[in-house]
């Protein structure tokens, strides 16, 4: 198992923006697809952002036109551009490693980092 760092989170008011970062230990990042993830209180963990190797993208919906996922393979690292954040986007984000199953969901197959904690509130 690879350990995975974010950081990037805090508190920011409704409208503002914040940079996430989700630093590998290794080069998991390079060879696969990641994912953005994250948990709100009383909530199942949702996929937000996903970018291939190849640097293809998908969004949730709900972050479309807001949120911008890329990566940096010598680094490996995958970064979360926010925009236009809202309330609901407050949670506990979380970046991993996923693998594109028959049923067309993505699946983490590594173990989580501890997160970062983003709270969107006036």
């Known amino acids: 198992q690879v350990q995975l760092v974010e950081s990037g989170g805090g508190l920011v008011q409704p409208g503002g923006s914040l940079r996430l970062s989700c630093a590998a230990s290794?080069?998991?990042?390079?060879?696969?697809?990641v994912g953005w993830f994250r948990q709100a209180p009383g909530k199942q963990r949702e996929l937000v952002a996903v970018?291939?190797?190849?640097?293809?993208?998908t969004y949730a919906d709900s972050v479309k036109g807001r949120f911008t996922i890329s990566r940096d393979n010598a680094k490996n690292t995958v970064y979360l551009q926010m925009n236009s954040l809202k309330p609901e986007d407050t949670a506990v984000y979380y970046c991993n490693a996923v693998v594109l199953r028959t049923s067309g969901s993505y699946s983490p197959f590594n173990s989580w980092g501890q997160g970062t904690q983003v709270t969107v509130s006036s």
């Open positions: 290794g080069t998991i990042f390079s060879i696969n697809t």
């Open positions: 970018i291939s190797t190849g640097g293809t993208t």
